[in-house]
């Protein structure tokens, strides 16, 4: 018998991007440990990655093309050769493309987040092709967007230095479910005496856990930032001197945050003064202290109205305080802008014929039922879709499915499972899983560059992403030179070596030692140095302005909300959100049967006294609904929820669910203040006991 490790890196998105050990055994791998040398990484895996076997080698996996025979979301399939496969899509793009290549849309997102499986080859397969540009912003754009034009890029606080910080605010994340590695050194933290508050309108597991939980309203992150910075500049718990050095417009913040008493930050948050007041000096008192402050800001607060500002308004705070100055201080949101990705060698822009429109991927609903005109361009004819669940993850998922149910549209699903979007593909093709392919990974929790070797063959007929675009540019005929570089030649041109951060990494070496840690300090800004214009932390911003936005962090209210529509909350009363349940990653996972079980089956956590209110017992049937639809779980009475909060625990495959729907059936599709974005957690709802 012959047995061997492969080094690999953890494809999922999720910031933690563990390092992997593969153990393989005549060919077939029989476990997946987390690599105990990687420092974040730690030899400690999640429930779901530990399974990766149970995933890879699935009875359910797709291993051969297919073609759809029922009708379109009925699921009924007949096996084709990839010639065959190849032949259909290429003869039905072609005839696309020559009215007008902008009517084929790729879809995709972050079922891998490798940089080669990801958007190399298929970019540069979409570009030749002159399709329509795909805007990828169903999960963070809104936030990073907001922490971008406040700290200049993805960057903020080491991982690795957490364990040292006093206090702790994980302010709209839950990682003890979605960042676990960060979790770990929280917990550190804690047993060194560090205080730890949860600011989430959810006492979830992670606010459990926590010192301290302040269940502000959902959306008004904003807001209660605000009411801490008036605090902060009134009692004078605030750095001049960081703010003096390296800081924009500390003038015209002081006056902005006057407006925000604790009185009216407690009235708009929905929590008490007192907890306005009280978090606010707590911070301010640990810094003056000189005690390192660390802000774990989590792409939970940024999936409403105003949440490009609730990020915005919460990178502020550090600058404010000093909290930069320590290696263990600062905010961290992501750490994707410290990685230098060569995205124009991988991605090849320049193949793009002439400039073509943009569809955003956030509204593919709508825009799958929009006719032709002059401001959209062509009606879509053709969308090809991978790395991604759109019928499952999308918002206002009514409108999905009734774009994707077009007669006339052409899809192409590449997954690893008949997935719900499958159901509605006229082609489906099998991709192989991270231990069947090569990749190369940035993170956006930690610091390192991370390589990912194949362990074992790609099941039955499965191909990588890269090789399905390469093989359909060839019946194409794109025969340019580019389009045969193999996925190491790929993944060799991902990390930027000329960069200084890159530490001049070499991509073979990388192979054997699976990661490299980036060459840059922590504590980035203990001196300044933010990549914005001003190379200052902007309290005010130019760029914003110039934007079409207030120049200041504000408070926006959420679309849907008591206060900002009466009139809707009449009819629907509830506030909704629906974050990630432990057990699954986005939509994956959910078929595997160990993990399903875990989750059981589609809940919704209500407030009892909501639930008295309508009659609902423990253990009902419900049915939650709005304008836009409705689906069903089993509620569970717990305050958990704050009154007028409800909790649907995501995100579920719609064909495993009762009723065959799921959270986003309910959600909009309307865009964040920037970076537009989805509003998933700005949703009113009523909630009925089923008959
Ligand atoms: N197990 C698991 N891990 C995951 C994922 C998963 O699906 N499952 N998904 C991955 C992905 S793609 C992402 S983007 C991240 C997401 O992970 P996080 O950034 O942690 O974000 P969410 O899970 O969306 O929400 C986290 C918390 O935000 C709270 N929240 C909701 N609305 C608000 C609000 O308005 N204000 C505040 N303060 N809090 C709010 C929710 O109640 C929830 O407890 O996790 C990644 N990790
Ligand atoms: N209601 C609600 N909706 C949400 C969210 C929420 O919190 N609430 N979260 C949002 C967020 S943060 C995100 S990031 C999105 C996530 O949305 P998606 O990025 O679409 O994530 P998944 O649902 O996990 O679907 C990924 C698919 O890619 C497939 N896949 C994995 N690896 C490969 C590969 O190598 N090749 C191919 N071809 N396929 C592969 C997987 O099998 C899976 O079916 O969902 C969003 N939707
Ligand atoms: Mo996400």
């Known amino acids: 018998m012959s047995s061997s490790q492969v080094r690999a890196t953890c494809p999922h998105d999720c910031p933690d991007t563990c390092a992997l050990l593969i153990t393989v055994e005549d060919g077939v791998a029989t476990q997946v440990k987390g690599d105990p040398d990687h420092p974040t990484t730690a030899g400690v895996l999640c429930t779901k990655v530990a399974r990766y076997t149970e995933r890879t080698y699935h009875p359910d996996r797709l291993l051969y093309p297919l073609r759809r025979v029922g009708k379109k979301g009925e699921g009924k399939f007949e096996r084709i050769s990839w010639d065959q496969a190849l032949g259909e899509i290429a003869a039905r793009l072609g005839s696309i493309a020559a009215r007008d290549a902008q009517a084929i849309v790729p879809y995709s997102y972050c079922g891998t987040m490798g940089q080669v499986q990801g958007e190399s080859m298929s970019a540069r397969f979409f570009h030749r092709l002159g399709a329509s540009l795909l805007d ?69 597991l992670t606010a459990e856990k926590c010192h301290q939980h302040i269940a502000l309203l959902p959306g008004t992150d904003a807001a209660l930032a605000l009411g801490m910075m008036h605090v902060l500049i009134r009692e004078n718990l605030i750095d001049a001197d960081y703010i003096a050095r390296y800081t924009l417009g500390f003038e015209q913040l002081e006056e902005r945050a006057a407006q925000w008493t604790p009185e009216r930050t407690a009235a708009t948050c929905g929590i008490s003064v007192e907890e306005v007041v009280g978090l606010a000096r707590e911070y301010g008192q640990a810094a ?238 203990a001196q300044g140095g933010f990549p914005t214009p001003s190379g200052k932390c902007e309290f005010y911003s130019a760029q914003m302005l110039a934007d079409g936005l207030d120049p200041l962090p504000a408070y926006i209210a959420p679309y849907e909300s008591v206060v900002s529509n009466p009139a809707l909350a009449a009819r629907y009363p509830l506030a909704m959100i629906s974050p990630p349940a432990r057990n699954f990653l986005n939509s994956t996972f959910v078929n595997v049967t160990s993990l399903r079980a875990t989750e059981g089956e589609p809940t919704l956590d209500i407030h009892p006294a909501d639930g008295a209110a309508r009659g609902i017992g423990e253990g009902a049937m419900v049915r939650i609904f709005n304008d836009r639809g409705s689906f069903v779980a089993r509620a569970r009475l717990t305050d958990k929820a704050r009154e007028g909060l409800v909790v649907a625990l995501s995100i579920w495959w719609k064909k495993l669910a009762s009723d065959g729907k799921n959270a986003n059936e309910v959600t909009s599709s309307r865009l964040t203040d920037m970076g537009r974005a989805p509003t998933f957690y700005d949703t009113l709802v009523q909630v009925e006991r089923l008959a």
């Not at 903020?156 to 709209?172: F, K, M, N, P, S």
């Not at 429109?357 to 879709?385: C, H, K, W, Y």
Request: aromatic share 8%.
């Open 136 to 204: 990828r912003t169903i999960c963070a754009e809104a936030g990073i967007t907001g922490y971008r034009y406040t700290i200049g890029a993805g960057i903020g606080t080491d991982l690795e230095q957490v364990q040292d910080a006093r206090l702790i605010l994980i302010w709209g994340g839950n990682p003890v479910a979605s960042n676990l590695h960060f979790w770990t050194r929280a917990q550190e933290a804690k047993r060194h005496g560090a205080r730890l508050i949860a600011i989430d309108p959810y006492r979830s």
């Open 288 to 525: 003056q202290r000189g005690e390192p402050v660390a802000i774990r800001v989590n792409y939970g607060v940024q999936r409403v109205h105003g949440g490009g500002m609730s990020v915005r308004a919460i990178a502020c705070l550090p600058a404010l305080v000093g909290a930069w100055r320590h290696p263990a201080g600062g905010v961290q949101l992501s750490s994707s802008g410290s990685f230098a990705v060569d995205k124009a060698a991988l991605r090849r822009p320049d193949l793009l014929p002439n400039p073509v429109r943009t569809i955003n991927m956030t509204t593919i609903g709508e825009d799958l039922l929009r006719a032709a005109s002059p401001q959209f361009g062509p009606r879509i004819e053709a969308v090809i879709v991978y790395n991604s669940n759109p019928l499952a993850i999308a918002p206002d998922s009514g409108q999905v499915m009734r774009g994707f149910a077009r007669e006339d549209l052409f899809t192409v699903v590449i997954d690893h499972f008949q997935t719900d979007s499958a159901d509605y593909a006229d082609i489906v093709l099998p991709a192989t899983t991270q231990l069947e392919h090569v990749d190369a990974h940035t993170s956006y929790g930690h610091l390192y560059m991370m390589a990912n070797n194949a362990a074992i063959a790609p099941l039955g007929e499965s191909k990588p992403n890269t090789e399905i675009f390469r093989l359909l540019a060839a019946r194409m005929g794109f025969d340019e030179a580019l389009f045969k570089e193999s996925d190491d030649q790929l993944a060799a041109q991902v990390f930027d070596r000329k960069h200084p951060r890159s530490g001049g990494v070499d991509w073979e070496t990388l192979k054997r030692t699976g990661w490299q840690r980036l060459a840059m300090p922590s504590a980035p800004f």
